[in-house]
């Protein structure tokens, strides 16, 4: 069907469909839209992001499945945290060198409501294990007498499972009922990869029931692991606060400083998305900030994890000289 002729900032051609009722089976990702030169360099520069990625959670987990001394709840979970911060890596950033190679692509309505699941999977397994992270720290902090019987390996196993089953599950329900609308008119998505927001601004069907599953799924999936995150370090500041010596005060923060990094920086970057008003910011600032938490949040949690811990650099250690 005819339409209107649209020109990306390559100078490539594609047709709005003229009318609004035609069912769309793809969408088009813009990306940047930036001259060549600045996309290369940018296309560079998260390639040599990405394969850090990649090689830094690869060797936590390599490191926590071989090292004796890293069988512990702690890096049992930060492994789990690693192969998170991979399989949101993998889904996001492959298309996106894509788009920014050829300042914009093509991406089918299955491929772009898989992404999206697997993007929305792999952040609210992400949110739910730092609560569990949190928890791991107020029980070693607070009650450490007790900590050995409480977080046993068989608790760390469910309580891991119960974040990964979660994950996968509770964003079935929306994105089932997302394949359930009409998609017409404009098949343009302004953004980096397939987000949400974006996708449901071009639905000309009634986006009313996926809001509101949204809205009811942020309860067990933002709420509830704030709340606890936030309790359980309240706990441990005012325990930490009580222990007399400064050399113990110390000690005893550095067991959960690490921690309590990753989660502010995913926690800021997700809400400066999702949660702050967006009236005024601009869509190349909420790409911007849309790379934090998908491209730069996964890179630095091994790095975190790795430089502030002594278990981890006396591992590596190990690793290097066995080789």
């Known amino acids: 069907?005819?339409?209107?002729?649209?020109?990306?900032?390559?100078?490539?051609?594609?047709?709005?469909?003229?009318?609004?009722?035609?069912?769309?089976?793809?969408?088009?990702?813009?990306?940047f839209q930036i001259r060549q030169d600045i996309r290369i360099s940018?296309?560079?520069?998260?390639?040599?992001?990405?394969?850090?990625?990649?090689?830094?959670?690869?060797?936590?987990?390599?490191?926590?499945?071989?090292?004796?001394?890293?069988?512990?709840?702690?890096?049992?979970?930060?492994?789990?945290?690693?192969?998170?911060?991979?399989?949101?890596?993998i889904d996001i950033a492959p298309n996106m060198f894509h788009v920014l190679l050829n300042n914009g692509?093509?991406?089918?309505?299955?491929?772009?409501?898989?992404?999206?699941?697997?993007?929305?999977?792999?952040?609210?397994?992400e949110?739910?294990?730092?609560?569990?992270?949190?928890?791991?720290?107020?029980?070693?902090?607070c009650n450490p007498l007790r900590y050995s019987s409480i977080m046993t390996s068989g608790h760390c196993v469910i309580l891991t499972a119960i974040?990964?089953?979660s994950g996968f599950s509770f964003n079935l329900i929306s994105n089932v009922t997302i394949t359930t609308l009409n998609?017409?008119?404009?098949?343009?998505?302004?953004?980096?990869?397939?987000?949400?927001?974006?996708l449901l601004d071009l639905s000309c069907s009634d986006t009313f029931i996926v809001h509101l599953e949204v809205d009811l799924l942020s309860i067990p999936v933002a709420?509830?692991?704030?709340?606890?995150?936030?309790?359980?370090?309240?706990?441990i500041v005012l325990t930490i606060?009580?222990?007399?010596?400064?050399?113990?005060?110390?000690?005893?923060?550095?067991?959960?400083?690490?921690?309590?990094?990753?989660?502010?920086?995913?926690?800021?970057?997700?809400?400066?998305?999702?949660?702050?008003?967006?009236?005024g910011r601009t869509q190349t600032m909420s790409k911007i900030l849309s790379l934090l938490y998908t491209v730069f949040t996964p890179l630095v949690n091994p790095i975190i994890y790795s430089l502030r811990n002594k278990d981890i650099k006396e591992a590596v250690q190990k690793h290097f000289l066995k080789w």
């Open 163 to 165: 974040c990964w089953l």
């Open 241 to 279: 606060l009580r222990i007399p010596s400064n050399t113990g005060r110390q000690k005893a923060f550095s067991t959960c400083s690490s921690h309590l990094i990753v989660v502010s920086i995913f926690y800021g970057t997700l809400f400066s998305v999702y949660i702050v008003p967006t009236k």
């Open 42 to 89: 940018l296309f560079s520069l998260f390639l040599i992001i990405y394969c850090g990625t990649i090689c830094g959670n690869l060797l936590i987990i390599t490191l926590v499945s071989t090292s004796k001394n890293l069988h512990t709840p702690m890096y049992f979970f930060i492994s789990n945290l690693s192969i998170s911060d991979i399989l949101l890596t």
């Open 1 to 31: 069907m005819e339409g209107d002729i649209q020109i990306s900032g390559d100078g490539r051609e594609w047709r709005e469909p003229e009318n609004n009722l035609t069912a769309i089976s793809e969408f088009f990702l813009l990306g």
């Open 183 to 198: 998609f017409c008119g404009s098949h343009i998505i302004d953004h980096l990869f397939c987000d949400m927001i974006p």
């Open 127 to 141: 949110c739910l294990l730092l609560a569990v992270m949190s928890y791991d720290r107020y029980v070693a902090i």
């Open 105 to 125: 692509g093509t991406m089918t309505f299955v491929g772009c409501i898989s992404q999206l699941y697997l993007f929305c999977a792999s952040e609210t397994f």
């Open 223 to 235: 709420v509830i692991p704030t709340t606890i995150i936030v309790v359980s370090y309240t706990y």
